[in-house]
């Protein structure tokens, strides 16, 4: 009798009307849209990867107001004429001989090696010898082939987000600190710079660019790649045997 009793009850809870309602109104509150609590604030988004600088330097992530990563050193100083002793040290010493005599050769090789494509050593060694012969002839040295060269070592500073010469004095003595607050700003004072380097230093500035390119970039020509040529098999006749 006890076993009916138990099924009655569990019977009539099946079928009791409050059991409906109650689901229905649960169904109801889950479908209810959760509303966000005033309280809640929207956490700050990251910048993605794929924004960039205007000189092309990805954006640090580290950083509220997006300044772009940390500029590095030259591998060389300026005036480090023999280079350093480690595995580079013959092709030192061979731009310190290009740059002494024959420093149209040096900038042509530099350039070439920039632009990582054969053909431009000649486009940018004969206006340099040009310019080199006139300055010597007309002014007794080497004042104009500096204008063509200056722009190389803009574009190298650029390529490998090296520390200018602006920074360089920030750095040590705290000095032209104005002129390296704004981007546009610290980029025509590093320009000018570079142009002043290659006027009153222009064989070491040479020299300091040629270590640099040679310590990161491979030469053009070693870039090629094998081609292996398949040569067909000659035509093969049967004869018939005597």
Known sequence: MAINNSNDNNSHEESS??????????????????????EAKPTAKSPAPEEWTADGL????????????????WDSSLFACLGRNDEFCSSDLEVCLLGSLAPCVLYGSNVERLRSS??????????????????????????LAPWLSYPSRSAIRRKFNLEGSCEAL?????????????????????????????????????????????????????????VLVMIPPAEQTMGRGA
Not at 58 to 73: A, N
């Open 170 to 226: 920030n750095r040590s003595c705290g000095c032209c600190g104005s002129f390296v607050e704004g981007e546009w700003q610290r980029e025509q004072c590093e320009t000018a710079c570079d142009f002043a380097t290659h006027i009153f230093c222009h064989t070491c500035a040479l020299c300091q660019e040629g270590r640099e390119l040679r310590r990161r970039l491979p030469h053009p020509g070693f870039n090629a790649q094998a």
């Open 118 to 143: 054969t053909g431009t050593f000649a486009n940018h060694c004969l206006p340099y010898s040009g310019l080199y012969l006139l300055g010597n002839f007309f002014f007794g040295g080497n004042l």
């Open 17 to 38: 009307p409050l059991l409906g309602n109650q689901v229905e109104g649960a169904e109801r509150i889950d479908e209810k849209p959760l509303k966000a609590s005033p």
């Open 58 to 73: 990805p954006l640090g992530h580290g950083s509220v107001v997006g300044e772009p990563i940390g500029r590095t050193q």
